[in-house]
């Protein structure tokens, strides 16, 4: 995959971040290597510590509103990255996996490959 960091603007980057940091949350614990890719993907976007207030702070509904507006090819690194997000505690959650379907289904993506 190429670099997606030019490919997204600032609003799409605030809203990637917050579904993200959601997933993050999705399965009721935060495990250590999760956090280590939230930094990781903080620094992919060119995003700090200031960025990721304004992006727990954005409106759920504007959110997706954002990413629903993006192109198929900028959704799917969105569904790409929370899938690997969702593996990296080497636990696929039920509520991950329904987080995902949900926002596929909010955001109008049909992913290739079904999880």
Do not use: G, R, W
């Amino acid at each position: 995959m190429k670099n997606f960091v030019t490919d997204f603007d600032y609003p799409e980057k605030l809203s990637f971040l917050k579904v993200i940091e959601d997933m993050i949350h999705a399965d009721c614990k935060v495990d250590q290597a999760e956090l280590l890719y939230l930094e990781d993907f903080k620094q992919q976007l060119s995003l700090d510590e200031n960025c990721i207030e304004l992006a727990q702070s954005l409106n759920k509904k504007e959110c997706i509103k954002i990413l629903k507006n993006m192109p198929t090819n900028k959704k799917e690194v969105v569904y790409e990255k929370l899938i690997e997000i969702a593996n990296i505690d080497n636990e696929f959650h039920p509520s991950e996996e329904v987080l995902i379907l949900n926002l596929c289904q909010l955001i109008d993506f049909k992913p290739v490959a079904l999880l």
